[in-house]
């Protein structure tokens, strides 16, 4: 009897192995999602007239940011805190620009992953921030930094850094 059941579970283990590995039979598409190439860093005056930018958007709204630029691998380029931004939203802004450079995207993919249930989304990497408001800035289609806002809401800290997007690519 527990030879039948071996050789069963070895008979299904090979039929269903061999459908897993068979990638003609399921529906992958060609390239990669994200696949940007990296450009020349973000340099500091570039930065400064981003960050100078996004800061004039939110004095119009009475928006109170911390605004951080980063290069293609995340780090610190420039920050800026506007008078009366919270403290607590300086790491946050920081953690968005980099979540936005290192995976190469916009960090609401990773709120909206959450947001469907996507709970293994806070494991990927301990300093990934999952909150609106983190962008790449792309360039002549290359990925040269990017920008994070926080301390209003996630919508308004993304339309701070929209502004930067939209100058990146004038």
Not at 35 to 50: C, M, R, S, V
Request: hydrophobic fraction near 45%.
């Amino acid at each position: 009897m527990s030879k039948f059941i071996l050789t069963s579970l070895v008979a299904f283990t090979v039929s269903f192995t061999s459908g897993l590995v068979n990638a003609d039979s399921i529906n992958v598409p060609d390239g990669m999602a994200f696949d940007i190439p990296y450009g020349t860093a973000i340099d500091l005056e570039t930065a400064k007239k981003l960050t100078a930018a996004v800061e004039a958007k939110a004095s119009k709204h009475r928006w109170k940011l911390n605004i951080a630029v980063v290069d293609q691998n995340g780090d610190l380029v420039h920050f800026s805190r506007m008078d009366g931004a919270q403290l607590g939203s300086i790491n946050i802004a920081q953690g968005k620009a980099r979540t936005a450079a290192r995976y190469r995207r916009d960090t609401r993919f990773f709120f909206n992953a959450f947001e469907a249930g996507r709970t293994f989304i806070g494991t990927l990497d301990p300093e990934l921030i999952a909150s609106a408001g983190g962008l790449p800035l792309i360039q002549s289609g290359k990925l040269i930094g990017a920008i994070g806002c926080s301390g209003a809401s996630g919508d308004q800290d993304d339309a701070a850094c929209q502004v930067a997007v939209d100058l990146i690519n004038q």
